[in-house]
């Protein structure tokens, strides 16, 4: 039977794997970022090899980490906004994508249609790249994955595509949100739009400030609880699987392997 797996990795990474071909989202694999923040649990393992691309949502440093990226081949493809592509050329990348909402690519067995986010995301030495979003598999077993992204009315007609999973941000890393993010009861809301079968709340609790479990305990459980709950009421006929990092949560499509 084939190997359909889901594998979420923690913040905004998920490892996808169907069909003989292994995807992954916006790789953050180290224990701190910018000084002040710090992973709260261990490093899941991943294989860096055999990675057929690497699929990038906006050039943030916590979903473009140039020193995670570090730790993979120079030749595995990179799908990254357009503008964005200077910044890994210049780390050695030799396969590197500029793509923008519409466009549609296979990438080994799996088609892969970028779709619109909105998102804010410059970057020093970028050209303003956009945020997008990725549509991963054919239509009725599609995993949806936004990156950062605010409710927009787009995310009804991502719904006719017929979503099997959202990957939905429900908070930051932080105690506040800036625009451009989601708190849980507006990705409640997107899941409405979206009418996807299943959900799966990332992009919390991961990563946080140091004291932060002192001064704002909630930020390590309570967003994805309230995720769950906010769904149950607005996007009732929605599944909610609420992972560790590392875990593997969901099979895709009809007759998959879990």
Do not use: C, K
């Not at 998920?14 to 649990?41: H, K, N, Q, Y």
């Not at 992009?203 to 004291?211: M, Q």
């Amino acid at each position: 039977m084939t190997d359909r797996r889901v594998t979420y990795l923690g913040h905004a990474t998920v490892a996808l794997e169907r069909d003989g071909t292994r995807l992954l989202t916006d790789p953050l694999l180290r224990p701190s970022l910018m000084r002040i923040l710090r992973r709260r649990s261990e490093l899941p393992a991943l294989d860096p090899t055999g990675l057929d691309a690497i699929l990038i949502s906006h050039a943030h440093h916590d979903h473009l980490d140039l020193p995670t990226l570090r730790g993979f081949s120079r030749h595995v493809p990179l799908f990254v906004p357009a503008g964005a592509g200077a910044l890994l050329r210049r780390e050695g990348f030799v396969s590197v994508t500029e793509v923008e909402p519409g466009v549609e690519i296979e990438v080994g067995t799996l088609p892969v249609r970028v779709v619109e986010a909105v998102h804010d995301a410059p970057r020093r030495r970028t050209a303003e790249p956009p945020s997008v979003g990725y549509l991963v598999g054919a239509q009725g077993e599609l995993t949806y994955f936004p990156g950062d992204t605010e409710v927009f009315g787009g995310m009804a007609e991502i719904a006719e595509a017929g979503v099997d999973l959202a990957l939905l941000p429900v908070w930051g890393w932080g105690p506040t949100l800036g625009a451009g993010h989601m708190n849980p009861e507006q990705a409640a809301e997107a899941l409405a739009l979206l009418r996807a079968d299943r959900a799966v709340p990332i992009h919390w609790g991961t990563y946080s400030p140091i004291g932060a479990s002192r001064l704002w305990p909630w930020m390590s459980h309570r967003p994805p609880l309230e995720f769950a709950e906010h769904a149950g009421r607005l996007a009732p006929g929605s599944e909610v699987t609420i992972p560790e990092p590392g875990e593997a949560i969901a099979a895709l499509g009809a007759g998959s392997a879990g």
